[in-house]
């Protein structure tokens, strides 16, 4: 199935149950805030290599994790926040720049790469109060974290990343645990950035997706001030 080129001085996206058998739906299209929070409420998100043109997915199924349905899977886990000290939201731009450490190799700028043009929308996201960061801190210095956006009840991954061992998981726990406290119904884990091993995910299936994004823009309309953890 061909996919949609998008123009540049348009902000809207065609149906997400256009996406081909792989999920890609459009391609191209200025990056901007507000293209970036009209995807995230159509159940579209972006990937792109460097240098080339913005892709936007809508694959079927999506990935998620229910966090109502998030227990702490072993005694470990438990005590993971013993050997950290967790803070949100206060060192959003240090948490981008140690995803670019991890994910911007050298001569090798794959899909994963965080660039400059998405650091600067992120941290407008983050100043509008939609962007929010878990921050893993040991011995003063930065270890890990993550960031997402926030809009309503879900939750959009986008980066986690370590520098020592388990602090990504102890940010990933940490935001589970106050996302399920605030009854957020999903957080999206479609992106490869944001998956880690030993966590259960569920399968929600397109439709189901796209409509549970919508919904949730149609009641939540101003409402990114939810995150509060």
Request: with cysteine; hydrophobic share 40%.
């Amino acid at each position: 199935m061909p996919y949609f080129e998008l123009k540049k001085d348009e902000v809207s996206f065609p149906p997400a149950y256009f996406a081909d058998i792989d999920g890609l739906l459009a391609v191209g299209g200025t990056m901007s805030v507000e293209r970036l929070l009209l995807a995230y409420n159509s159940g579209i998100y972006y990937w792109h290599y460097p240098l080339k043109h913005i892709k936007w997915w809508s694959p079927d199924p999506r990935i998620v994790l229910k966090p109502d349905s998030f227990e702490k899977f072993n005694l470990q886990q438990e005590s993971i926040f013993k050997d950290f000290d967790i803070q949100v939201d206060a060192h959003f731009v240090e948490v981008l720049r140690g995803c670019q450490s991890v994910y911007n190799i050298q001569d090798w700028m794959d899909n994963n790469w965080l660039s400059e043009r998405m650091v600067r929308l992120f941290m407008e996201l983050h100043q509008q109060g939609y962007a929010h960061s878990i921050e893993v801190w040991q011995n003063d210095a930065l270890v890990g974290g993550l960031f997402g956006v926030a809009i309503g009840k879900l939750f959009f991954g986008e980066y986690v990343f370590a520098k020592v061992e388990r602090a990504d998981e102890a940010a990933m726990v940490y935001l589970i645990e106050k996302l399920k406290d605030q009854n957020y119904h999903v957080i999206d884990m479609q992106k490869e950035t944001f998956l880690l091993p030993g966590f259960e995910y569920d399968e929600m299936p397109r439709l189901e997706y796209v409509d549970l994004c919508k919904e949730n823009a149609r009641l939540h309309p101003e409402d990114y001030q939810d995150f509060n953890i």
